[in-house]
């Protein structure tokens, strides 16, 4: 049977963004959830050593950071906050580098402000530096400066990146990616709130952002995490006006990953339209 030109064009992707949310790496005490970490890693490691292009764009700092400082909660003073993202920085690449290793692969860190994909000049340079990552099959381990921004963990008057769903947007766009899957502890995007409806039914294929789309946004989910549906649809704008696929689906089976980039129906695919040239 002929291969249709959408099956073509998902097999021959290759770039990969991969967003995972506090919520899926963090027990509820805030402490990292190994088992989970580990289950990502090994798909991420394997799918890497495919030949595919893996970016992995992480949240969780913060949490790390407040219960390895012996907080009872997240702290609420600013500068606090940046305290414990600065600790919870250092412990989950910490924890990356120690596991990617046992797989034989290598991480690199990358730390983003507003301003460096704002400016075009620093833009092109990160650009430049994730491509040349890439090539030597290195995985960049991406999350936003909360320890000198403070868009995601502040609210203030003009945000570029703001929470992680957006950067990793912005992260796929900047890097030509492919493919940008949101793992989250939630199946994908409902049209109703799935909590309160028993009924609720999964949408398994998204191709344009209607009105009647964007209303089925919820609010953000457990204090542990800052992001809700909303953040994800509009990361999904913006991947989708990039070229670039976007998948929403349950953080908890990362095995998933392997069917997501195949084309197959896991959680919620947006699917954008084909990149010029493609």
């Known amino acids: 049977m002929p291969v249709g030109r959408e099956e073509i064009v998902i097999r021959n992707k ?82 990356y580098d120690k596991l990617f290793s046992e797989y034989n692969r290598t991480v690199a860190q990358i730390l983003l402000t507003g301003d460096d994909v704002e400016d075009p000049v620093r833009a092109e340079h990160l650009k430049n530096t ?31 990146l703001g929470d992680n769903d957006t950067l990793s947007a912005i992260v796929a766009e900047l890097c030509g990616a492919d493919l940008l899957v949101l793992l989250s502890d939630i199946d994908g995007l409902y049209d109703r709130d799935p909590k309160r409806d028993p009924e609720a039914e999964l949408l398994r294929r998204v191709t344009e952002l209607t009105p009647e789309i964007l209303e089925m946004a919820g609010g953000a989910g457990t204090w542990r995490g800052t992001g809700g549906m909303a953040t994800k649809l509009s990361a999904a704008r913006i991947a989708m006006e990039a070229g670039c696929d976007m998948v929403i689906t349950n953080g908890a089976r990362p095995e998933g990953l392997y069917d997501i980039v195949e084309g197959e129906d896991i959680g919620t695919r947006f699917v954008a339209g084909r990149k010029e040239g493609a």
């Open 130 to 160: 994730f491509t040349s990552l890439l090539e030597l099959g290195i995985i960049p381990v991406v999350n936003e400066n909360d320890s000198v921004s403070s868009a995601e963990i502040e609210t203030g008057h003009h945000k570029v």
């Open 14 to 95: 290759q770039r990969i963004v991969v967003k995972v949310g506090t919520s899926t790496l963090t027990h509820s005490s805030g402490s990292l959830d190994l088992r989970s970490m580990e289950k990502l890693v090994r798909v991420l490691a394997d799918l890497s050593g495919s030949g595919r292009e893996v970016i992995l764009v992480t949240s969780g700092a913060i949490a790390v950071g407040t219960a390895r400082m012996g907080l009872d909660e997240r702290p609420r003073a600013l500068r606090m906050k940046q305290a414990a993202a600065a600790v919870g920085q250092c412990r989950m690449m910490h924890i």
